[in-house]
Nanobody
């Protein structure tokens, strides 16, 4: 599985961005998909994950009510809609795929290259 994340950029506080993660080389329709982020000098942290059916989602407390994860299995793509962005959301965002259960730990099998999100105050 190859994952390609896109959609990052520079946005003002309060703004929105939509990240996309396109999978190639094989379908991820039966994979759990997750988003993680890593800010400079900090460890990679869990942001959100979605089950392979899309029927179950899980969010980090700091993004609840602001971010929404979704997927389109027909397009082999997962999305992260980010609203009400804050400067502390600034990080490189990574998508990941896991053929097993939905977990928050960064133990996913496949990772994208990351996309930079910068939120200015």
């Amino acid at each position: 599985v190859q994952l390609q994340a896109s959609g990052g950029g520079l946005v003002q506080a309060g703004g929105s961005l939509r990240l996309s993660c396109a999978a190639s080389k094989r379908t991820v329709s039966n994979y759990v998909m997750g988003w993680f982020r890593q800010a400079p000098g900090k460890e990679r942290e869990f942001v959100a994950a979605i089950s392979w059916t899309g029927g179950s989602t899980n969010y980090a407390d700091f993004v609840k009510g602001r971010f929404t994860i979704s997927r389109d299995n027909a397009k082999n793509t997962v999305y992260l809609q980010m609203n009400s962005l804050k400067p502390e959301d600034t990080a490189v965002y990574y998508c990941a795929a896991n053929p097993r259960e939905l977990v928050r730990a960064p133990t996913y099998d496949y990772w994208g290259q990351g996309t930079q999100v910068t939120v200015s105050s």
